[in-house]
């Protein structure tokens, strides 16, 4: 005889049981038959409501990520703008000394007797 763990005799409870409740509750359920009545669904002015609702949900989740990405972009471009603002200052600065020490060899040069 094979000998039954204990997860296994566990398993096998609960499913008898909830076998047992399932077929209870499927006893007091009437089987779906299809109704003749005069609804037809919604309402025009109901599914024109829903689809209005859904664009303003919508447009306030897009409106909301167009702003966020708006922002990081702005901010991406500002520190660019002030990497390129340090570069240029320091390329005319270089550019100022290289034009004094020129300046000064044709001085001397003139001067030369």
Known sequence: MIQMSFCCRAISRISTRSYGQVRRISNGIKPYTASTSTSGGSS???RLGAFV???AVA??????GLRRDIYEASEGVDANMKILHNDVINASNKSAAK???LEKRIEKIENKP
């Open 59 to 64: 447009g306030v989740f897009g409106y909301v």
């Open 53 to 55: 609702s859904g664009v």
């Open 99 to 101: 034009i004094l020490a």
């Open 44 to 46: 025009l002015s109901q």
